[in-house]
Each structure stands twice: as structure tokens, then as C-alpha cells.
């Protein structure tokens, strides 16, 4: 068998470079990005290296064909990744969640160039007013294979010979839009039996959960008259702590700082008289499996009702892919997205619902505590995204 390595700037130019040299019958090992040049690891520019494989006698049709690359680029069977997982079964755990996490980047990278390769919609062939809806989609940094998508079922609405005013295609672009946010779900408590609701907040470091978290709480207690508590995991940072004290006190509730996950069960367990208890995580790595470990610990000992994965808008859309696919062992329930008022461009929010099929909870648009915080508006989201600029 001969094994070579491939680099390039992207994933699709690696691909090509495999299928030209080795041929169909190439077999994909690993894949990584990693840094070239720059200075002492700084101003470097990411390259994709792509280590595959074929056989040096290519083996008779009657064999059990080997997936090729063109295959595993076009529609990243799971099959494959599945293989690697049975070649990981006798290594250490260590070394299973290296692979473990080699394997969701490389799951990301397929994803992103199967969209691209699906959108194939040929923009100059659309009606004049679809090809200007184009182009506001991809300015607001929709995904082309969503855009192409949702234009194409328009098509079908509206199909080419037939002229069509253009406030009715916007309106119908519109409504597209708001069938794959869908409506909004906040926290909510039930008016019978068991109402008290648990409410974890996680995500990447500095996204705003201790603010976020600070808001849900102000304005349950003040605005909803529910009883409410607060109980901080994040120790990391002696800041965060204080804040929330601080919130605390100045909102006239309980701040519980825990430690570990069985700190974390007692302090919930000490308050069943409350409405709502709000929990705030640290920020973590989404690239450091221990500390992913840990905050899953934490999770299971606090048994809630509700996960938020809290994003920010201003991170770029491929972070956003990544830090969802780092999180796909939590049963997250809804979205929240911050600093919406720090962007001008709001497509991904269209494309990670479409992709996570999760629901949006909140959004925050500033920094006061309470006012800076809101139920979802899809309608709202939709408007911004189709607004020209």
C-alpha cells in the first residue's frame, strides 16, 4: 500500500491533489489544518494536509470496493468515519478522544464542502429580482447551499416565465426564512405539578453568559415576580464570581458559588422553594476534551430542565459549526445569541438553526441589565436579513 501526505490551502484542493495523483480508488486517513509560516506561531496561514492511502495492486472487480475520495467528498458517509472508530477500539482513552476530535473537525470539513458542492444553483439564471434576493443572502452570509435552497422553492412558486412584483417575492422569501427559524421558545413554567425549572447556560468563552445569565434572572424576578436563584460554576475567573454577586444583590437573590459537580446537586437541592434556578458555566475550549469531560460532569449533576447553548453573532459561521459539533454529546434544548447589536450580518443565525433544527430561545442586543435582552423575533432576524445594504 502507498500512503502520502497532500497539502493545500483548502480541503477541495487536497481532494483534487489525492484523486489526480492516486486515482478513484484512493482511501482518506486523517485529515488536519494546521499553521505555515509566520512569526513564532503568529500571522500563519492555515493549510489543510490530507493523508491518503491505495493499494499498490488495485484489487479485482469482484472485491468489495474501497470508498473512494471523490465519494468520500461528495457525501461523507458515515460508514467511513465508522471505520476509523474500529481501528481506535484498542488504544488508549486518551488517544480516543484525540481521534474522537480529529474526527468531528474532519466531519465539519465534509459538511462545509458537501453544501458547497449542493448548491449548485446557477445565480445568473434566476429571474432579475431572485438574483438580487441572491446576492442579499449571500451578503448576509447565508449559506449558498441554504440560499440555493430556499431560492429554488420560489421557483417553484413563482417559475421564471411568469413575471411577479418584487414586494411578493420578498414576502415569500420572507415566510421561507421564518419556516426554518420557526417560533421561539423561552423558559416557561407549567401552571400545574412540578413547576420549577433548572436552566443551564453554556458556551465558548466570551460569548456573554455571565451577562446573559445576570438579564434572565433580572427579569424573571423583578419583571415576572418569580422566585429565582443563582448558582455560578465559573470559578475560573475570580471576575465572574464577584459580577454575579453583585447582580445578585442588587436584584435581591441568592448567588451560590459551587466548586464540584456534587457542590453543584446540594446547592440546587437547597433551593426547591424557587421558581427558576439559573446556572452559569465557565467558558470552555471547545478543542479541550478535558475540559468539555468537566463540564459534562457538571451537567449530570445538575439534572436540568433546560441546556442553552449561548453563541455569540459576531463569531464567523465555520466557529459556529465547530463549537455545535463539539457540543453533540449535550442534549442542548435551545439557542441564545448574543451581541447582535455588534453585527451587520445575521445569515448564520438562519443557517445554524437550519442546521441544529434547535429552536431560538433569546437575543441580546447590549449590555444593560435588565433591557438588553428579548424573547427571539424571527420576523425581526428575517427583516435584518433581507434588509440591503
Do not use: C, W
Amino acid at each position: 500500500m502507498r500512503v502520502k501526505r497532500y497539502v493545500a490551502e483548502n480541503l477541495q484542493d487536497a481532494m483534487l491533489k489525492v484523486k489526480m495523483d492516486m486515482g478513484k480508488d484512493a482511501v482518506i486517513l486523517h485529515t488536519r489544518k494546521f499553521k505555515e509560516g509566520g512569526f513564532f506561531g503568529f500571522f500563519g496561514k492555515t493549510m489543510v494536509e490530507v493523508t491518503a492511502a491505495v493499494e499498490d495492486n488495485p484489487i479485482s472487480p469482484v472485491s468489495q470496493p474501497k470508498p473512494t475520495a471523490q465519494k468520500v467528498a461528495n457525501q461523507a458517509q458515515v460508514h467511513s468515519f465508522a471505520t476509523f472508530k474500529e481501528k481506535a477500539g484498542g488504544v488508549d482513552d486518551e488517544r480516543n478522544a484525540d481521534l474522537q476530535a480529529e474526527l468531528q473537525e474532519m466531519k465539519m470539513l465534509m459538511y462545509e464542502m458537501k453544501s458547497q458542492m449542493e448548491a449548485n444553483l446557477d445565480a445568473k439564471s434566476l429571474p432579475e429580482p431572485l438574483q438580487r434576493f441572491h446576492q442579499i443572502l449571500i451578503d448576509n452570509e447565508v449559506e449558498e447551499a441554504l440560499a440555493a435552497k430556499i431560492l429554488k422553492g420560489l421557483l417553484k412558486t413563482y417559475p421564471a416565465e411568469e413575471p411577479v412584483e418584487g414586494h411578493k417575492l420578498k414576502k415569500s422569501l420572507e415566510q421561507s426564512m421564518l419556516k426554518i427559524l420557526r417560533r421561539p421558545k423561552p423558559i416557561t413554567f407549567k401552571k400545574q405539578g412540578l413547576h420549577q425549572q433548572v436552566v443551564a447556560l453554556i458556551g465558548p468563552t466570551g460569548v456573554g453568559k455571565t451577562t446573559t445569565i445576570a438579564k434572565l434572572a433580572a427579569t424573571f424576578s423583578i419583571v415576572d415576580k418569580k422566585k429565582v436563584a443563582l448558582i455560578t460554576a465559573d470559578t475560573y475567573r475570580v471576575a465572574a464570581v464577584e459580577q454575579l454577586k453583585t447582580y445578585g444583590e442588587i436584584i435581591g437573590i441568592p448567588v451560590n458559588v459551587v466548586y464540584t459537580p456534587e457542590e453543584l446537586r446540594d446547592s440546587i437541592g437547597q433551593h426547591t422553594d424557587k421558581d427558576l434556578i439559573l446556572i452559569d458555566t465557565a467558558g470552555r475550549s471547545h478543542k479541550n476534551v478535558a475540559q468539555m469531560a468537566e463540564l459534562k460532569a457538571y451537567l449530570d449533576a445538575a439534572d436540568a430542565t433546560e441546556i442553552l447553548l449561548v453563541l455569540s453573532a459576531t463569531t464567523k459561521y465555520k466557529d459556529m459549526l465547530e463549537i455545535i459539533n463539539s457540543y453533540s454529546d449535550i442534549p442542548l434544548t435551545k439557542l441564545v445569541f448574543t451581541k447582535l447589536d455588534e453585527t451587520s450580518t445575521y445569515g448564520a443565525i438562519l443557517n445554524i438553526i437550519n442546521k441544529t433544527q434547535k429552536h431560538l430561545s433569546y437575543v441580546t442586543v447590549g449590555q444593560n441589565v435588565p433591557d438588553d435582552i428579548e424573547i427571539a423575533d424571527p420576523e425581526k432576524i428575517v427583516k435584518m436579513i433581507v434588509k440591503e445594504r
